[in-house]
């Protein structure tokens, strides 16, 4: 059964939470991890890869807390091909496609802005970066 791994920084331990049990038992096998609206989210495919849905675990380590808090048809891009990296302030979730481009949607799934990065036919990897002061406890040693 697909699990998320997780480690607690405050108990130092790694804890096992369980997906929504419709990702589980569904025929789709395309999700992701990321955070939505300061939550623990993750977004899925449906197997029509056009329908995207955004899930949120509204209360951490609580495997029923799993709520479907979007659902979206993508125009002008598949959603097979936008992987989504960001939820800005404003509402609009900022991703990647398949290939060397940038996309912006709003939370109705329209098109906001896109822009291609590369000219290559390889995937280049796209990175969400936050800066911060947190350090994870562990010494001198390195350890964790």
Avoid at 48 to 77: A, H
Avoid at 110 to 130: F, K, N, R, W
Wanted: charged residues 20%; aromatic residues 12%.
């Amino acid at each position: 059964m697909p699990v998320i791994v997780a480690f607690h920084l405050i108990e130092r331990k790694l804890l096992e939470l369980r997906l929504p049990n419709e990702i589980i038992n569904g025929p789709s096998r395309a999700y992701d991890l990321w955070v939505y609206r300061g939550c623990l989210a993750l977004w899925h495919i449906l197997p029509d890869r056009v329908t995207f849905q955004i899930w949120v675990m509204e209360k951490y380590n609580v495997q029923s807390s799993w709520t479907k808090t979007l659902v979206l048809s993508f125009d002008g891009n598949p959603a097979h091909s936008f992987w989504p990296k960001y939820y800005t302030k404003s509402g609009d979730i900022v991703g990647r496609n398949m290939r060397c481009a940038l996309a912006k949607y709003n939370d109705k799934g329209q098109l906001q802005e896109h822009h291609s990065y590369c000219d290559s036919q390889y995937v280049s990897p796209v990175v969400m970066y936050t800066e911060s002061l947190l350090s994870i406890p562990g010494g001198d040693s390195g350890q964790v």
